[in-house]
Each structure stands twice: as C-alpha cells, then as structure tokens.
C-alpha cells in the first residue's frame, strides 16, 4: 500500500557513461567506494534519519540495480522503461501512485557527508513547499540565491545571472507533499519544476549551512578516486584489499601499498607496487609493475 509516511528517494537510473567501460560491468550505483558501493553509502546517510521508507529508482542494469537494493533493504525499486524519467518524473510518479508525505531526495553518486537530519529541519522551518542543499564547489556554483535564501535563477537555465549568493546543488532536497502534487508528467527535468516555482512565487528554500560538507560527485575517473581518497582516510587506513583478495594478508605486499585500494578479483603480482591506484576485478597488475595514478578494471586502464 502507498504510504502517506515521509519517504527517502535515491536516484540511482543514470547510464553511467563517464565511468565506462567500468560501468559495463555494474550499473554506477554499484560501483564500490573502497569497502561498499555507492548506493550503500548512500543507504547509510539517509537511515541517519531514522523510521523512513527507502524508494529507488532504476533504468539501466535494471536487475542488478534491483538485486542489490533489495539486500540493502530498500522497500521500493522503480524500474523505468523504457526510458529514464529524470528527477522530476519519479518524483510526479510516486504521487501519481498514491504515496503521499513528503520525500527526501537524494543522488546516487555523490559521496558525501550531511547532517540530513538539519537540512530537514531548516527546510520545514523555511515554509517553502521544497528545499535544495547547497554546497560550495567554485566550479559547478550555478544556483542563485536571494538575502532570503531561495532560489532565484539557475544558471545558464533561467533566473538572475547574478545574485547574492551562488552555491552547487548537492543532489539533496526536500519536496513536501504539496510540492509534489505539483510536479507535472511533462516536467522530468525537474530544472523546468524550479523554475515555474520561482515564476510563479513559490520559489524553494536553498539551505547554506553546510557548504563546507564534504561532497565528491564519484561519476567520473577523477571523482571515483577522490571518493576512494576520502573514504580510505575516513576508515583510518593506508590502503584497503578486499578480505577475500589474496594478497589480504601479505604483510609485505601491504607495505608496498600507498593510498590504493584492490577489489575482489583484481589480479595483482605479489611482487607489485602501488600508489594511489583503484584496481576492479578483470585488472592484471604484472611481477615488478610499479602501479601510481591509476584505475585498472577489466579491459580499460585510466591515468589519472
């Protein structure tokens, strides 16, 4: 039965297509940050507000999308075919099928680190029908923003090409019930949503106070390694092998390791040297190979 409860949506539909030829193997939610993949991360920041249904959406890889979320424990997977709906279609979507309360929305492929639990709070405190979180990232800073906090352009979209304030979405918002009553079927990108809001005086709140957060979009080679970076420095450790990886417990080989983190089915020599290499299952690394800036899988190698 539809549920009137608050409820938590990963987008996790996207093609993956800055990460092929990895993401021919696994969709990209898939893709492991160092000791989980990044829907799991994902999974774990949104139960950090707790008693909430966990919704899904899939398109590409659909099944295995599935299978995995399903371990997890998300308690809804939306398969989209046969095409992708964008934000705003799985978001007209759920309402249309009866789910009432609000959503929390969150993108697959950022590996982050919010207090959800206080962007909530500040955007029901705000009154707008929706939120955005804004994070500070110079290069992708495109959302406008008024003294009073709300959204006012996206550039190069619609909107004030200049503003008070400027911030990057972080792929987290806040949409009350209200807000996505309004979302309409035609509107599945959900910039268009924005900016009819914006228009018609309902403008959504952009939240400020954790623009310093961290925040990695992991969906390219660059971004996948500064991911694995943060989550290797976060668990406390040097580098990281999968436990079931032979090389595991060669302590010798662990101290020719810098900064690298080896998957499952890697073939690695355990004559090898590494610094700051991701390394996937298919990947050979040969007797002797000194391995820096690198990501291995199978048939691709990235330098980074």
Same mark, same amino acid.
């Given at each position: 039965?539809?549920?009137?409860?608050?409820?938590?949506?990963?987008?996790?539909?996207?093609?993956?297509?800055?990460?092929?030829? *990895?993401? *021919?193997?696994?969709?990209?939610?898939?893709?492991?940050?160092?000791?989980?993949?990044?829907?799991?991360?994902?999974?774990?920041?949104?139960?950090?507000?707790?008693?909430?249904?966990?919704?899904?959406?899939?398109?590409?890889?659909?099944?295995?999308?599935?299978?995995?979320?399903?371990?997890?424990?998300?308690?809804?997977?939306?398969?989209?075919?046969?095409?992708?709906?964008?934000?705003?279609?799985?978001?007209?979507? *759920?309402?249309?099928?009866?789910?009432?309360?609000?959503?929390?929305?969150?993108?697959?492929?950022?590996?982050?680190?919010?207090?959800?639990?206080?962007?909530?709070?500040?955007?029901?405190?705000?009154?707008?029908?929706?939120?955005?979180?804004?994070?500070?990232?110079?290069?992708?800073?495109?959302?406008?923003?008024?003294?009073?906090?709300?959204?006012?352009?996206?550039?190069?979209?619609?909107?004030?090409?200049?503003?008070?304030?400027?911030?990057?979405?972080?792929?987290?918002?806040?949409?009350?019930?209200?807000?996505?009553?309004?979302?309409?079927?035609?509107?599945?990108?959900?910039?268009?949503?924005?900016?009819?809001?914006?228009?018609?005086?309902?403008?959504?709140?952009?939240?400020?106070?954790?623009?310093?957060?961290?925040?990695?979009?992991?969906?390219?080679?660059?971004?996948?390694?500064?991911?694995?970076?943060?989550?290797?420095?976060?668990?406390?450790?040097?580098?990281?092998?999968?436990?079931?990886?032979? *090389?595991?417990?060669?302590?010798?080989?662990?101290?020719?390791?810098?900064?690298?983190?080896?998957?499952?089915?890697?073939?690695?020599?355990?004559?090898?040297?590494?610094?700051?290499?991701?390394?996937?299952?298919?990947?050979?690394?040969?007797?002797?190979?000194?391995?820096?800036?690198?990501?291995?899988?199978?048939?691709?190698?990235?330098?980074?």
């Amino acid at each position: 039965m539809p549920s009137r409860e608050s409820s938590i949506l990963i987008l996790a539909a996207g093609l993956g297509s800055r990460l092929r030829p *990895l993401t *021919l193997q696994m969709p990209k939610p898939l893709v492991p940050v160092v000791d989980a993949s990044i829907l799991e991360h994902q999974a774990r920041l949104a139960r950090t507000l707790p008693g909430l249904n966990l919704h899904v959406n899939a398109h590409y890889l659909a099944d295995k999308l599935k299978t995995a979320a399903e371990a997890i424990g998300f308690s809804k997977v939306w398969v989209e075919f046969p095409d992708i709906l964008g934000t705003g279609g799985p978001l007209h979507r *759920l309402y249309a099928a009866g789910y009432r309360g609000d959503f929390l929305v969150m993108n697959g492929d950022c590996y982050c680190h919010f207090d959800i639990q206080k962007f909530v709070e500040n955007a029901r405190a705000s009154l707008a029908p929706f939120a955005l979180l804004g994070v500070d990232f110079p290069k992708v800073n495109s959302l406008r923003v008024d003294v009073n906090n709300t959204l006012c352009g996206v550039a190069p979209h619609f909107g004030a090409s200049e503003a008070l304030y400027s911030a990057t979405f972080s792929g987290i918002s806040w949409y009350s019930e209200e807000a996505l009553s309004e979302i309409r079927a035609e509107e599945r990108d959900v910039i268009q949503f924005w900016k009819r809001m914006v228009y018609e005086g309902k403008a959504p709140f952009v939240d400020r106070s954790q623009m310093n957060a961290l925040w990695i979009d992991m969906g390219s080679p660059q971004g996948l390694m500064r991911a694995c970076q943060a989550r290797l420095q976060e668990l406390g450790v040097e580098s990281w092998i999968h436990p079931e990886h032979p *090389l595991a417990g060669d302590s010798a080989f662990r101290a020719r390791c810098e900064g690298s983190v080896i998957q499952k089915g890697a073939v690695v020599a355990p004559s090898a040297t590494l610094k700051n290499a991701l390394l996937f299952e298919g990947c050979e690394v040969r007797e002797q190979e000194y391995v820096q800036n690198e990501i291995r899988g199978l048939d691709f190698q990235w330098n980074l």
